[in-house]
């Protein structure tokens, strides 16, 4: 029985599931995460004894375990994780590469001194440096890139640690492992050191590409913010101009009232009355809900509403100081509500109209927009948000609503029936 072998693959498997606990948004409790981490961490070492033990001279079961075991680990980090998604693979790729490495080391240091427990104790010491490193290196940074990076994005980077995987293989093991080829043992610590270089600039990459993303979208949403607080304040100069102007007048309707008065021309000085209740209706500036922000987006959507003919039933509760970022609720409302008037602009005058329900409390969102729909809606059969046609530089809307339900941990349901449009996102505080 090889057992250097069998005590080095078992500290590998324990930092492996040790990175997937670290590493991975669970969507378990840590009691039941850490529980099937235990069950994989065993299923893995019983594996590992039949090719190294019971089958060790037969290259179909090396080939055959080896392939069960990267799939338990890799749909292992996928079932643990809150999402499933080309982010998570990525991560479970990497780990494989970061417990490879620190087994390399274990067996350099054994073919060096050719001393089993320096070798172990020289394994352990280097898992925990990787892992120590890469906590502090690496951690924060994914956990931002996790929070908003698109799905999507991830899918070529997963490329990286595969290679990286099949470099340590060939170098290490195929065709010659390094015990039979103990030259290898340089280019194999360099490798080594390049991976960690490259994870780390590559990661630094996409969060400031994420930075920047952000930078762009909060500075798209400032100008359109402040030029919708320019447009209220050239109206409220225009109301008051409009009301001075009444408030000259109206000692006018008065002589003329009394005059009518006198006369008993009641019905006159109804028409009178009404025509200076119309005009102070239409000089009063509109306030949708008490937050200032919202209340600006709310506006904008609702003069483009009433420049498209477009009718809009509009139930609007949003408190003053809110549990989410004014921006990004803000970006999220206005992409719906867009998306809502782009679908009706064109239809008939009796189907334009939009329903749009909002609550935002200190305890809950809800979202709930409704209109009528003659196109076919295709959603993604992966997010289960309606999808665009327009091509592969478009639909960021919907991806900014999912990161932001997912990251204010929400759900959006999306229906479409009997011609009628419907998507509802609830979130609780």
Same mark, same amino acid.
């Given at each position: 029985m090889d057992y250097f072998k069998n005590i080095s693959y078992m500290i590998s498997h324990i930092f492996l599931m040790l990175f997937f606990y670290l590493f991975t948004v669970h969507r378990f409790s840590k009691r039941k995460t850490i529980g099937i981490c235990f069950g994989v961490f065993l299923i893995l070492n019983l594996s590992d004894c039949l090719k190294l033990n019971l089958y060790y001279d037969s290259y179909l079961c090396d080939l055959l375990v080896t392939v069960f075991q990267i799939l338990m680990v890799q749909l292992t980090n996928l079932f643990i994780s809150k999402t499933r998604d080309s982010r998570v693979l990525f991560i479970g790729l990497s780990a494989s590469n970061y417990v490879i490495a620190g087994s390399i080391v274990a067996t350099v240091l054994y073919i060096l001194t050719n001393h089993a427990g320096l070798a172990f104790i020289g394994s352990i010491l280097v898992h925990v440096l990787i892992l120590m490193f890469l906590y502090k290196k690496i951690n924060s940074v994914w956990l931002k890139c996790f929070e908003k990076e698109n799905i999507k994005n991830w899918w070529e980077l997963c490329l990286i640690p595969v290679f990286f995987y099949c470099g340590f293989f060939c170098l290490a093991f195929f065709p010659y492992r390094l015990d039979d080829n103990p030259g290898n043992i340089p280019g194999v610590l360099i490798f080594i050191i390049t991976m960690f270089v490259s994870y780390v600039v590559v990661l630094r990459y996409v969060e400031s590409e994420s930075e920047r993303n952000d930078i762009y979208w909060r500075s798209v949403l400032s100008e359109c913010y402040?030029?919708?607080?320019?447009?209220?304040?050239?109206?409220?100069?225009?109301?008051?101009?409009?009301?001075?102007?009444?408030?000259?007048?109206?000692?006018?309707?008065?002589?003329?009232?009394?005059?009518?008065?006198?006369?008993?021309?009641?019905?006159?000085?109804?028409?009178?009355?009404?025509?200076?209740?119309? +005009?102070?209706?239409?000089?009063?500036?509109?306030?949708?809900?008490?937050?200032?922000?919202?209340?600006?987006?709310?506006?904008?959507?609702?003069?483009? +509403?009433?420049?498209?003919?477009?009718?809009?039933?509009?139930?609007?509760?949003?408190?003053?100081?809110?549990?989410?970022?004014?921006?990004?609720?803000? +970006?999220?409302?206005?992409?719906?509500?867009?998306?809502?008037?782009?679908?009706?602009?064109?239809?008939?005058?009796?189907?334009?109209?939009?329903?749009?329900?909002?609550q935002c409390t200190e305890d809950s969102l809800l979202i709930d927009v409704k209109n009528e729909c003659e196109k076919e809606i295709v959603m993604d059969s992966f997010t289960g948000l309606p999808k665009s046609k327009k091509g592969k530089n478009h639909g960021f809307g919907m991806q900014s609503i999912s990161a932001f339900a997912e990251k204010t941990g929400g759900n959006i349901g999306c229906y479409c029936e009997d011609g009628i449009f419907q998507i509802i996102l609830f979130a609780k505080f």
């Open positions: 402040i030029k919708d607080l320019e447009n209220q304040y050239h109206s409220v100069e225009q109301f008051e101009q409009n009301l001075k102007i009444l408030r000259h007048d109206i000692r006018h309707y008065s002589g003329m009232m009394e005059h009518l008065l006198d006369q008993k021309e009641y019905g006159e000085v109804r028409n009178i009355i009404k025509h200076i209740n119309h +005009a102070v209706d239409e000089n009063q500036i509109i306030k949708y809900c008490n937050n200032l922000v919202m209340n600006t987006i709310i506006s904008n959507m609702m003069d483009k +509403a009433c420049s498209l003919g477009i009718r809009v039933n509009l139930d609007a509760v949003i408190a003053k100081n809110i549990p989410v970022n004014d921006y990004e609720f803000a +970006a999220v409302l206005a992409n719906l509500f867009e998306n809502a008037l782009m679908c009706v602009q064109d239809l008939k005058e009796e189907k334009k109209y939009v329903d749009v329900k909002i």
